[in-house]
């Protein structure tokens, strides 16, 4: 047995296993014994992961590009919506319509902050605008749930109810094609922050279809179902604010 351990010699770098662990001999040179770092080769590739998101300058830029595009192509559209309904409103001073207005106002507003973070290819900006779109579909909520409550206290029967339809079908087409740009671009280009700013101009092209419904009741003569539907629309909103804080918050986590 003795003859048999002298008569093996390892080669240089010969790597033999004694019970659980790989053993290297010391003539080899600078050695590592595996099960102690077992996870070194996965910790560097988890590194490497990263290194597209900097080292594509190109495609930041093509991607900026295509994030100001749709914003800009969504904020043309809905500030002729607004226009439109504005002067709707001069001529028949329906207070549905104006909170239809405040929320088409709004949806342009956050424009602004998504813009900034494409112009600035910036992740954290982008998260940000996320966060203020968010904010800007709760108020929507709000405005209308408000707006509605108020009409259950105070009932007021709108006038020049189709023009009043009219202005609703504008807000309505306005949005949605603008919701469609969003979230398709939003959707390209892995960005939460457009994504949920697609859905807040759905939520408010849902508004919009709530003026064309309080139209149509008022002109059949059940107006107290006016703030009704105002108040399911309302409902309808906050859970797109649900959702789109998910969607906003979910990315996050990713990263």
Known sequence: MTGNALSYQPLA????????????????GPHVHQPEHPHDHGHDHHHGDHGHSHG???????????GLKAVGL???????TALAQTAIFIASGSVALLADLIHNFGDAGTAIPLGAAFLLRSARAERI???F??????????????????????????????????????GFGGNWIAAVIRTRAGNRLDSPALIADGNHARADSYVSLAVIASAVVV???????????????????LK?????WRTVRGHDHHH
Request: charged share 15%; hydrophobic share 50%; with cysteine.
């Open 13 to 28: 770098g010969d790597r033999h296993r004694h019970g659980d662990s790989v053993h290297e001999h010391p003539h080899a």
């Open 56 to 66: 594509l300058v190109d495609e930041s830029i093509k991607r900026s590009r295509e």
């Open 74 to 80: 969504s904020l043309v559209v809905l500030a002729i």
């Open 129 to 131: 605008a996320g966060l």
């Open 133 to 170: 779109v968010v904010a800007a579909i709760f108020i929507s909520a709000c405005v209308a749930g408000v707006e509605a409550i108020s009409r259950l206290i105070h009932p007021q029967t709108p006038t020049h109810l189709i023009a009043l339809a009219g202005a609703g079908l504008i």
């Open 219 to 237: 002109a059949i003569g059940v107006p107290v179902a006016d703030p009704l539907i105002g108040l399911a629309i309302t409902a309808v909103i």
């Open 240 to 244: 797109i604010t649900w959702d789109s």
